[in-house]
C-alpha cells in the first residue's frame, strides 16, 4: 500500500557541544541543580566571612589586653640599669592583678624562652594530659629511649610562637593547644628601650566553641540545601517522570487496545520537549489511523477491481462448455484472454503500489540531475519505439538541474505519465517534456495532443482504478493505479503533481499537460 509520505532513516550525525542548553527542560533541570548547589557556596562563603570576623574581633581583643600587660610589666616590672632584666616576682603579681584567668590565658616568658609566670597558677588549675595504658604484670619494662616522652604538638607550637616573638616580633592566630584543641593567640614582646626582656602570650581557648557556632549557623544553608534538591526532585519527576510514564502507558494502550489515536491535550499545551513529544506521538497515531484506513480502503478497491474481471471470466469459462458456435467460442475465448491481461495488469499495478512505502523509505533522498533523468527516459522510449506508436521529445535540459529526492522513483512517475500520454495521443502523434526552473522548483511539463480532460476530472484522474480511456484502446491495457502512484511519489519527495487542458486560442481543447514540480537542491 502507497502512503501519502516516504520515511527515510536519518544518517548519524556526530554531536557537537553548543554551549548552554537551549530547550526549556534542559534549563529547568540545570537550573534546579545549580540551585542547591548555590546554597552551599553561598553558605560557605558567608560562614567563612563569620568565622574570620569573629577570629579577627577575638585577637583584637587579646591584642588590646596583651598591649596593656605587657606595658606595665616593662614599666613596673623592669630592673637593672645600664642592662635591663625583668622581674619575675612583680612580673607574676602584675600577671596575677590584670589576668582573666576565667575566660583567657596569659603567660610570660623571659629573655631564655623558660616559662616564669601562668594565669593559670593563680587560678590553681592544673594541665591534665591522658596516662599510657598500664604494662601487664610480668612484662619487661619499656626502653629509657621510649619511656622518654616526647613533646607535644601544642608545646612545639607554643615554643615556635615564642621564639619568633623573642626575635621581636608580635605574633598572633590560631595555633593547636594541648589537651584544648585549638586556641586563638597573641605573644608580644617584652623590650625595654631596644632590648627584648622576655614574651608575654595571652590566649582564649574558645575557637572550638567559635567553629561549634560556625557549624549551627551551617544547618540552615544545609537544610535549604537540602530541601530546594527535595523539592527539585519532585519537581522533576512531576513535569518529567510522571508525563513520560503517561506517555508510556497511552502509548501500551494503543499498541494493546489497537486503538487508532491518543490523546493527552493536558500535555499537548505544553511548549516543552514533553509538549513537542506529545504532539509528535499524537500527529504518529494520526498518522498510523489514516494509513490504516488506507489500507483498508485500497485493500476493498482492489478486491472490488478483481472482482469485475474474475465475474467475467467465470461467466465466459461457464458460457464456453454449453457454446458450439466457433464464433461466438472465439468471442469468449478473447474475452478470456482480455480478463486475463487486465487481470495479469492489475496484480502488477497493485504489487507495485503495495511496495511503494519500502521502496520510499529504503532510499534516504539525495541530489540527482533531473535533466539526465529525463534524458535518459527520453532515449529509452526512442530505442523502443514501434511503427505507428507516439513519439516522446525533450526540451529545456540544457545545464545542470540538481534536484533532491529519490532518483528511481521519480523515473517512475515520468514513466506512468509519458505512458499515459502516449495512450491518449492519436497515432503517429508527439509527447513533448520540457523542462523549467521556478524559483525554487524544478518544473516538467508533459503534453499530449489527446481528447483532454473533463473540467470535473482534473482531480478524479489521481484517483486508485480511475480510468477514462478513448475508444478503440484495448481493454485491460490500463489498471487505473499509473497515475495515483506517480502522485505520491511526487508528494513523498515534496513536489506536486497536477493536470490541466491545453486549449486553442477559441478556447477547445487540444490536448491534456500535467505538470511536476520537485524541490531544486539548497543552494542550486
Do not use: C
Not at 312 to 318: F, G, N, T
Amino acid at each position: 500500500m502507497a502512503s501519502d509520505t516516504g520515511t527515510a532513516s536519518p544518517e548519524p550525525a556526530r554531536r557537537r557541544w553548543r554551549g548552554p542548553p537551549s530547550s526549556r527542560l534542559g534549563r529547568l533541570i540545570l537550573a534546579l541543580n545549580l540551585l542547591g548547589l548555590a546554597v552551599l557556596i553561598v553558605g560557605s562563603l558567608v560562614l567563612n566571612e563569620l568565622r574570620r570576623g569573629l577570629v579577627e574581633a577575638r585577637i583584637d581583643s587579646l591584642t588590646t589586653q596583651g598591649e596593656l600587660i605587657a606595658t606595665l610589666i616593662d614599666q613596673a616590672a623592669t630592673v637593672g640599669e645600664p642592662v635591663p632584666a625583668l622581674d619575675a616576682a612583680r612580673a607574676s603579681e602584675i600577671l596575677r592583678l590584670l589576668a582573666n584567668p576565667g575566660v583567657q590565658r596569659a603567660r610570660l616568658f623571659d629573655a631564655q624562652g623558660q616559662l616564669v609566670a601562668d594565669s593559670d597558677w593563680i587560678a590553681d588549675r592544673v594541665e591534665q594530659k591522658p596516662l599510657p595504658p598500664a604494662r601487664p604484670r610480668g612484662s619487661p619494662a619499656a626502653a629509657p629511649e621510649a619511656a622518654r616522652p616526647r613533646p607535644s604538638p601544642g608545646r612545639e607550637a607554643l615554643e615556635a610562637e615564642v621564639r619568633r616573638a623573642l626575635e621581636g616580633q608580635r605574633v598572633s592566630g590560631v595555633r593547636r593547644a594541648d589537651p584544648d584543641g585549638r586556641v586563638v593567640s597573641v605573644s608580644f614582646p617584652i623590650r625595654h628601650v631596644q632590648a627584648v626582656l622576655g614574651v608575654l602570650t595571652v590566649e582564649a581557648g574558645d575557637v572550638d566553641s567559635i567553629i561549634s557556632r560556625q557549624r549551627a549557623a551551617l544547618a540552615p544553608f544545609i537544610l535549604l540545601s537540602i530541601g530546594v534538591t527535595l523539592l527539585s526532585s519532585a519537581l522533576l519527576t512531576t513535569l518529567v517522570a510522571l508525563p513520560v510514564r503517561r506517555l508510556a502507558r497511552a502509548a501500551d494502550r494503543v499498541r494493546l487496545s489497537r486503538v487508532r489515536s491518543i490523546s493527552l491535550p493536558d500535555l499537548s499545551r505544553r511548549r516543552d520537549e514533553l509538549g513537542d513529544l506529545t504532539r509528535a506521538l499524537e500527529a504518529m497515531t494520526d498518522a498510523q489511523s489514516e494509513r490504516m484506513g488506507a489500507i483498508e480502503r485500497f485493500a476493498a478497491d482492489v478486491a472490488h477491481e478483481i472482482r469485475n474481471p474474475l465475474t467475467s471470466l467465470r461467466s465466459a469459462v461457464e458460457t464456453l462448455d454449453i457454446v458450439s458456435d466457433p464464433e461466438a467460442r472465439a468471442r469468449l475465448n478473447r474475452v478470456i484472454r482480455q480478463d486475463i491481461q487486465r487481470m495479469d495488469r492489475l496484480v502488477t499495478d497493485i504489487s507495485n503500489a503495495s511496495r511503494l512505502d519500502a521502496e520510499l523509505s529504503r532510499e534516504p533522498p539525495r541530489p540527482f540531475d533531473l535533466g539526465r533523468l529525463l534524458e535518459e527516459i527520453v532515449q529509452a522510449y526512442a530505442a523502443a519505439r514501434r511503427e505507428g506508436e507516439s513519439g516522446v521529445l525533450l526540451s529545456g535540459t540544457e545545464g545542470e538541474t540538481p534536484v533532491l529526492g529519490r532518483e528511481g522513483p521519480a523515473g517512475q512517475v515520468f514513466r506512468n505519465l509519458v505512458d499515459n500520454a502516449r495512450s491518449f495521443s492519436p497515432p503517429g502523434g508527439t509527447v513533448r517534456l520540457s523542462l523549467s526552473r521556478e524559483g525554487g522548483w524544478a518544473v516538467v511539463f508533459v503534453d499530449d495532443d489527446g481528447p483532454g480532460i473533463p473540467p470535473e476530472n482534473l482531480e478524479t484522474v489521481f484517483e486508485r482504478f480511475y480510468t477514462s480511456r478513448p475508444a478503440g484502446t484495448a481493454f485491460g491495457g490500463n489498471s487505473g493505479l499509473g497515475l495515483s502512484i506517480a502522485r505520491q511519489i511526487v508528494a513523498a519527495q515534496g513536489g506536486t503533481l497536477t493536470a490541466e487542458n491545453r486549449t486553442d486560442p477559441a478556447g477547445e481543447r487540444i490536448g491534456a499537460r500535467f505538470v511536476a514540480r520537485l524541490p531544486l537542491r539548497p543552494g542550486a
